[in-house]
């Protein structure tokens, strides 16, 4: 069995991968949105998940720019998280990351 997983060999590392995967992911929302047409209340749902998302974002790429990227690895991992919910609540299944435990 291959793996071509990434995987990063440092913490700053892990940041931009998973920045790069919340941008990804975050990406798809407005398309899910409109392709699979959730009805207003989901809609209005997710968009205070993507909202929170989008916070928690800021709030870690600030963290990491003043040092301190354990902190800005937990606020970025919990945007990822209100970024999911948002698109599993817009009607996609997102799976977990590689290597991660469901």
Known sequence: TLDYTTRAA???EEFQLELQRHRSLA???????????PRPEAVALIDRYAEASTSL?????????????GQALADLRNALLFVQRALT??????????GGTP
Not at 57 to 69: N, W
Not at 89 to 98: K, N, Y
């Open 10 to 12: 440092t913490p700053a």
């Open 27 to 37: 990406d798809l929302v407005p398309l899910a949105v409109s392709d699979l047409r």
């Open 57 to 69: 974002r800021g709030q870690a790429q600030a963290r990491f720019a003043a040092g301190d990227t």
């Open 89 to 98: 609540t817009a009607g996609l299944v997102v799976p977990p990351p590689a």
